[in-house]
T-cell receptor, first 113, second 110 residues
Framework: EAGVVQSPRYKIIEKKQPVAFWCNPI?????LYWYRQNLGQGPELLIR????????DSQLPKDRFSAERLKGVDSTLKIQPAELGDSAVYLC???????????FGQGTRLTVV | SQQGEEDPQALSIQEGENATMNCSYK?????LQWYRQNSGRGLVHLIL?????REKHSGRLRVTLDTSKKSSSLLITASRAADTASYFC??????????FGDGTTLTVKP
């Protein structure tokens, strides 16, 4: 069974440019998470979806970040415009309902220059 | 803000020794999970312990949970060089919100 797939793996952009990340969760996983991980730190939750509904987006910087999960499957996370401080690894994870273990993708390493 | 805090931040041991990492948290939880992350890779789930459980085993891993002290520990027995990684605890509250600590970096020397 395929795991959580993210693309791209790496992205380098100039500040003020837009960027988008894509995530395909494990089939049948209704819950999808986006995390941001800075170097030397643990993942920080940005948004959690239950099917199409964003049930927790309290940590998402809504002035520049947006996310969507169409049809309750794939999801995209967008930053517009990017700032230098957005450089980090963006991780997507999915799980079955019931606060169970999360399966993580390999992440997208974003560098803003 | 991070709820879980791991201790120590870094741990270096010889192959064959046991490694113990601790996690403290602040608010009520539904469960607590431990993950491993190899350098440059995604996180891999190791073990989940529910708030009504006190101890769990999985292979060479042993996890304890003390809800009165709001703390958990992860013990890796007979460590191997391949266990070298960062280990994170994550708390999940009763609304399903997960919060990770900043991890313990474990180095196992061959």
């Amino acid at each position: 069974e395929a795991g959580v797939v993210q693309s791209p793996r790496y992205k380098i952009i100039e500040k003020k440019q837009p960027v988008a990340f894509w995530c395909n969760p494990i089939s049948g996983h209704n819950t999808l998470y986006w995390y941001r991980q800075n170097l030397g730190q643990g993942p920080e939750l940005l948004i959690r979806y239950e099917n199409e509904e964003a049930v927790d987006d309290s940590q998402l910087p809504k002035d520049r970040f947006s996310a969507e999960r169409l049809k309750g499957v794939d999801s995209t996370l967008k930053i517009q415009p990017a700032e230098l401080g957005d450089s980090a690894v963006y991780l997507c994870a999915s799980s079955t309902p019931g606060y169970t273990e999360a399966f993580f993708g390999q992440g997208t390493r974003l560098t803003v220059v | 803000s991070q709820q879980g805090e791991e201790d120590p931040q870094a741990l270096s041991i010889q192959e064959g020794e046991n490694a113990t990492m601790n996690c403290s948290y602040k608010t009520s939880i539904n469960n607590l999970q431990w993950y491993r992350q190899n350098s440059g890779r995604g996180l891999v789930h190791l073990i989940l312990i529910r708030s009504n459980e006190r101890e769990k085993h999985s292979g060479r891993l042993r996890v304890t949970l003390d809800t009165s002290k709001k703390s958990s520990s992860l013990l890796i027995t007979a460590s191997r060089a391949a266990d070298t990684a960062s280990y994170f605890c994550a708390t999940v509250d009763n609304a399903g919100k997960s919060t990770f600590g900043d991890g313990t970096t474990l180095t196992v020397k061959p």
